[in-house]
């Protein structure tokens, strides 16, 4: 499985555009990058999935290079209500879901 | 429709003593997956079920097992509790193992 490097913690203001990236320099040819949000004693919830490229929802967008070694996550506009923990993941499809400690997003007025 | 429900929400045990923490996955919904969470961690794997035959098993002692019924409710019970083994619990249901999963709350389970 591959293993996933992001920051411990950000910081950003209101309004901001916010970018959090993850390194996965072993990831494989069949895995999928997933990023997830968790609330404080609330479960992890999906937010965007991609192979390659770009992919956009009405939530984030997921920003993938070439060689598929690390990704961006970018949140449009943040709000107080984004502070959460966000979750890189890589794996295969048909593997169970492999967390890491996650990046800690603050969202300051 | 109804997300994925899980109970107790909170439960407080003693050391030796035994739990089982009972989940339900949103209707439609074949495949469970448990997970632990201990503070300031990520969600480590358990136990992922697929029309009620175990499909995948994380580095948990046996103390650890679960179940999946016919209407793909699931339990996970733990024996022999460790003051360790207090963290949030939580259960996530997918249409397929490959598909997106779906969280529960989790069950805030305290070993004392």
């Known amino acids: 499985l591959a293993k996933t490097t992001q920051p411990i913690s950000m910081d950003s203001y209101e309004g901001q555009e916010v970018n959090i990236t993850c390194s996965h320099n072993?990831?494989?040819?069949?895995?999928?990058i997933t990023w997830y949000q968790q609330f404080p004693s609330q479960g992890p919830r999906f937010i965007i999935q991609g192979y390659k490229t770009k992919v956009t929802n009405e939530v984030a967008s997921l920003f993938i290079p070439a060689d598929r070694k690390s990704s961006t996550l970018s949140l449009p506009r943040v709000s107080l209500s984004d502070t959460a923990v966000y979750y890189c993941?890589?794996?295969?499809?048909?593997?169970?879901?492999?967390f890491g400690k996650g990046t800690r997003l603050s969202v300051i007025a | 429709d109804a997300g994925v429900t899980q109970s107790p929400t909170h439960l407080i045990k003693t050391r030796g003593q035994h739990v089982t923490l009972r989940c339900s996955p949103i209707?439609?919904?074949?495949?469970v997956s448990w997970y632990q969470q201990v503070l300031g961690q990520g969600p480590q794997f358990i136990f992922q079920?697929?029309?009620?035959?175990?499909?995948g098993r994380g580095n948990f002692p046996d103390r650890f097992s679960a179940r999946q019924f016919p209407n793909y409710s699931s339990e996970l019970n733990v024996n022999a509790l460790l003051l360790g083994d207090s963290a949030l619990y939580l259960c996530?249901?997918?249409?397929?193992?490959?598909?997106?999963?779906?969280f529960g709350p989790g069950t805030r389970l305290t070993v004392t």
């Open positions: 079920y697929y029309e009620k035959e175990e499909r």
């Open positions: 072993n990831i494989a040819t069949n895995d999928y």
């Open positions: 996530a249901s997918s249409l397929h193992p490959s598909y997106e999963q779906y």
């Open positions: 993941l890589v794996g295969d499809r048909n593997t169970p879901l492999v």
């Open positions: 209707s439609g919904h074949k495949s």
